[in-house]
């Protein structure tokens, strides 16, 4: 079979929409990102501080690219040349109207010097990525309110419609309670509904639960140290290992010790990965002591992990004693739902 090559130069033509336009976009991307790969390798190139451990230097999604340097003339000129080389590659140009630039702890003669050699604007805090407010300190709930007004609104356009129960069920599955009813009195207990169809209920989920799954899923792979860019980042940047925050923090190991003897486990942990391969050897399967077992542990990762957010972001303290109540109140209130003759007997209210 014969092998051809055949280049091409890219040009208006392609639409929104065309099925065409995201694959050459991933491909034009791809080049982007192999470029800047390279350039990140020059001597004259610095990585923000932040974003250097794991060698960032962008993030693309769809359309959307952002650049990370260090801000200073030399790093940043390293970054237009990327550009300027996947313009002459591909044909694609950066928009100046649509683009800024966002300099942060940069003094006042190098960001003149910056902005006097870059054809950007400069951009400032609060900016919406995809949507998303990004701020340099914690984002307010009132920050969050055009987001979340725009939701509504979206909502408002769905009653509408004239659909019958079924109909919106199958729309929306559920969003709220008053989209469901038409804004009338409710005519069936939220948690009757959100009962499955066999038990009468219409199968819809409890948005509130559904979070907290989403939630844990995602604390799971922060502490699993799932191999994706953003927990390798949030360990270096903020947990700095994570058996530092479970196992050498002495705060935290004193809640492990005492959750430990609640349950009966005698083996000490010292780290994550050692802990959820012993649970699994020695606690795998349906028996109520093992699911109690695994279910006091992962309850214990998130309420420490609660803790130390709210302490971190709110300047909310939660004592010991606090914590290691929710702990064996979460895993006794899930046993028994699951075993309701068999987990008063294995952990008993009194323990609780």
């Given at each position: 079979?014969?092998?051809?090559?055949?280049?091409?130069?890219?040009?208006?033509?392609?639409?929104?929409?065309?099925?065409?336009?995201?694959?050459?976009?991933?491909?034009?991307?791809?080049?982007?990102?192999?470029?800047?790969?390279?350039?990140?390798?020059?001597?004259?190139?610095?990585?923000?501080?932040?974003?250097?451990?794991?060698?960032?230097?962008?993030?693309?999604?769809?359309?959307?690219?952002?650049?990370?340097?260090?801000?200073?003339?030399?790093?940043?000129?390293?970054?237009?040349?990327?550009?300027?080389?996947?313009?002459?590659?591909?044909?694609?140009?950066?928009?100046?109207?649509?683009?800024?630039?966002?300099?942060?702890?940069?003094?006042?003669?190098?960001?003149?010097?910056?902005?006097?050699?870059?054809?950007?604007?400069?951009?400032?805090?609060?900016?919406?990525?995809?949507?998303?407010?990004?701020?340099?300190?914690?984002?307010?709930?009132?920050?969050?309110?055009?987001?979340?007004?725009?939701?509504?609104?979206?909502?408002?356009?769905?009653?509408?419609?004239?659909?019958?129960?079924?109909?919106?069920?199958?729309?929306?599955?559920?969003?709220?309670?008053?989209?469901?009813?038409?804004?009338?009195q409710f005519r069936v207990a939220w948690k009757?509904?959100?009962?499955?169809?066999?038990?009468?209920?219409?199968?819809?989920?409890?948005?509130?639960?559904?979070?907290?799954?989403?939630?844990?899923?995602?604390?799971?792979?922060?502490?699993?140290?799932?191999?994706?860019?953003?927990?390798?980042?949030?360990?270096?940047?903020?947990?700095?290992?994570?058996?530092?925050?479970?196992?050498?923090?002495?705060?935290?190991?004193?809640?492990?010790?005492?959750?430990?003897?609640?349950?009966?486990?005698?083996?000490?942990?010292?780290?994550?990965?050692?802990?959820?391969?012993?649970?699994?050897?020695?606690?795998?399967?349906?028996?109520?002591?093992?699911?109690?077992?695994?279910?006091?542990?992962?309850?214990?990762?998130?309420?420490?992990?609660?803790?130390?957010?709210?302490?971190?972001?709110?300047?909310?303290?939660s004592s010991l004693e606090a914590i290691v109540?929710?702990?064996?109140?979460?895993?006794?209130?899930?046993?028994?739902?699951?075993?309701?003759?068999?987990?008063?007997?294995i952990l008993g209210p009194q323990r609780v």
């Open positions: 079979m014969a092998d051809y090559m055949v280049s091409f130069k890219g040009k208006r033509g392609l639409r929104q929409g065309d099925p065409m336009s995201p694959s050459l976009f991933f491909i034009c991307m791809e080049y982007l990102s192999r470029v800047l790969m390279v350039m990140s390798k020059s001597p004259g190139f610095k990585f923000h501080p932040k974003c250097q451990p794991n060698g960032i230097t962008h993030v693309a999604f769809a359309d959307d690219l952002m650049l990370f340097a260090r801000g200073d003339t030399c790093s940043l000129a390293i970054l237009m040349d990327s550009l300027h080389k996947l313009e002459e590659c591909s044909g694609l140009m950066v928009s100046p109207t649509k683009s800024n630039i966002y300099l942060g702890g940069v003094p006042g003669l190098p960001r003149d010097m910056i902005l006097r050699e870059l054809v950007y604007s400069l951009g400032k805090f609060l900016v919406r990525y995809l949507g998303v407010p990004l701020a340099l300190q914690k984002v307010s709930i009132d920050e969050f309110s055009p987001f979340l007004e725009a939701i509504d609104v979206d909502i408002q356009k769905w009653n509408d419609k004239h659909l019958y129960y079924a109909g919106k069920v199958e729309l929306i599955l559920s969003v709220c309670q008053a989209f469901l009813w038409g804004g009338r009757e509904i959100g009962s499955p169809n066999d038990e009468g209920g219409l199968g819809l989920m409890d948005l509130k639960i559904w979070n907290m799954s989403l939630l844990t899923s995602t604390l799971w792979n922060i502490h699993a140290e799932a191999n994706t860019l953003w927990v390798k980042w949030l360990h270096v940047v903020y947990l700095r290992g994570s058996n530092n925050l479970f196992f050498t923090c002495p705060f935290t190991s004193l809640i492990w010790s005492t959750i430990r003897d609640w349950l009966g486990i005698k083996r000490e942990m010292n780290t994550l990965e050692s802990a959820i391969k012993w649970l699994k050897k020695e606690f795998g399967g349906c028996r109520v002591f093992a699911r109690a077992a695994r279910l006091g542990f992962v309850t214990t990762v998130y309420e420490v992990w609660m803790a130390r957010n709210a302490l971190r972001f709110d300047g909310k303290k109540a929710k702990v064996k109140v979460s895993t006794y209130c899930i046993l028994y739902q699951i075993y309701p003759e068999s987990t008063p007997i």
